[in-house]
């Protein structure tokens, strides 16, 4: 069993910053891919960005440039480095893996873009 603890949410003024980290527990880390998403009042959760175990992240078209993915194996976390943040960035923020065909989840983060 996988579970996951996001923290790092906030309310941030458009244009700032914030980082996301997710603690995940198991032994599964280092073999699992390992996923941000979000979603916002109304909307559908969407997939933000993707670490896989290995090669490149992927991201969302509407975040690619502005938000970085990163994976520490050695403290079983992963990273979402948010830059230049916008209003429609607002949302709760997921943290997200499935080694099977069972998916974890993380309870959310909230992330509040608004001057």
């Known amino acids: 069993q996988v579970q996951l603890v996001e923290s790092g949410g906030g309310l941030v003024q458009p244009g700032g910053s914030l980082r996301l980290s997710c603690a995940a527990s198991?032994?599964?880390?280092?073999?699992?891919?390992m996923d941000w998403y979000r979603q916002a009042p109304g909307n559908e959760r969407e997939l933000v960005a993707t670490?896989?175990?290995?090669?490149?992240?992927n991201y969302a078209n509407s975040v690619k440039g502005r938000f970085t993915i990163s994976r520490d194996n050695a403290k079983n976390t992963v990273y979402l480095q948010m830059n230049s943040l916008k209003p429609e960035d607002t949302a709760v923020y997921y943290c997200?893996?499935?080694?099977?065909?069972?998916?974890?989840w993380g309870q959310g983060t909230q992330v509040t873009v608004s001057s």
């Open positions: 997200h893996t499935r080694p099977g065909v069972i998916h974890y």
């Open positions: 198991g032994r599964l880390f280092r073999i699992v891919a």
């Open positions: 670490m896989p175990i290995a090669g490149s992240p």
